[in-house]
């Protein structure tokens, strides 16, 4: 499976690309830029010169064509990347990671974006694609320190089965990781407003904060 980065070269898309890569996904950064796309995988190999991380750099209408695609933007460009490359993004499974949030002083806030949520809106962009939304609670820092699992829960949500699995899938290659079917894209709404709680959190503990749900007993169910 061929994973394309949509703005793999910012710190979450990148941390992203890392994180996948080291576990054998063939993954491919992204950006409006293929030499900035470039920049960041060299910069990414020399950190990690012990992993042998199947990276590859292009644009993003060449990550597009990868057989799943994240969209890693910020959130504001997240549907209009998506609508660039609509073409070809019909027909896959297209993940959707961005949180609408503003901060103001210290204070982070949950914006509304026009559909709902990011998802949503990406969704629009791309309406022959199978949009879910994911990875949204998993701090970038954690996501590209390789010398630690990343102790999280993902909750995924789509409104479409194939891309569920998919996602899911991806998600529980990751070590340290559980994914979580957490219903229709519409529950992305709540989903990514959460996060400005986590950043909350963050900023008063001065930590790393990650979501773990009890009660759950996938391997009875």
């Not at 340290?176 to 219903?183: N, T």
């Not at 909350?200 to 979501?211: D, G, I």
């Amino acid at each position: 499976m061929r994973i394309g980065i949509l703005g793999g070269t910012g710190p979450a898309g990148s941390a992203l690309a890392l994180r996948l890569a080291s576990v054998g996904f063939d993954t491919v950064v992204g950006s409006r830029s293929a030499d900035r796309a470039a920049e960041t995988c060299n910069r990414l190999r020399a950190d990690w010169p012990d992993h042998d991380l199947p990276l590859s750099a292009t644009d993003n209408h060449g990550a597009a064509l990868c057989d799943v695609v994240v969209v890693a933007t910020p959130w504001d460009a997240a549907a209009a990347t998506a609508a660039s490359v609509a073409r070809e993004l019909a027909g896959k499974v297209v993940i959707s990671m961005g949180n609408a949030l503003v901060r103001i002083d210290r204070e982070f806030q949950p914006l509304m974006p026009p559909r709902g949520s990011v998802a949503a809106s990406v969704q629009a962009a791309a309406p022959k694609s199978m949009v879910s939304a994911a990875f949204h609670h998993v701090p970038a820092r954690e996501l590209g320190d390789l010398n630690h699992p990343v102790e999280s829960d993902v909750l995924v949500c789509s409104d479409h089965p194939e891309a569920t699995e998919t996602t899911l899938a991806i998600v529980t290659e990751l070590p340290g990781v559980r994914g979580l079917d957490a219903g229709p894209l519409s529950c992305a709404t709540p989903v990514e407003a959460f996060a400005a709680v986590l950043l909350q959190l963050n900023t008063r503990y001065k930590t790393r904060v990650a979501v773990r749900f009890t009660g759950l007993d996938l391997e009875g169910d």
